[in-house]
């Protein structure tokens, strides 16, 4: 359960959430090389991820699980 506080990361293909606890998760990879978070809201993160053709596509990630929906990454999971 979030508390309304903590800090929302993103590396160059994942989005991460970090509470007063400590880490709390980290998403399935999204994106083949590239993140932007355009937007979080009460809830869900906001943002768009980069497939190597240069093509850029929308992602979300709730903040209270980390489940992720769309996003650019159609590999294999590591």
Known sequence: ????????????????????????????????????????THGTVHGEARHYDDTWHPFKVDLATGAADGGAYDGPEP
Not at 3 to 16: F, K, P
């Open 1 to 40: 359960m979030l508390d309304g506080s903590g800090l929302v990361l993103s590396d160059l293909v994942s989005v991460g959430f970090i509470g007063g606890t400590g880490p709390a998760w980290i998403s399935r990879r999204l994106v083949w090389d590239g993140v932007r978070i355009l937007q979080v």
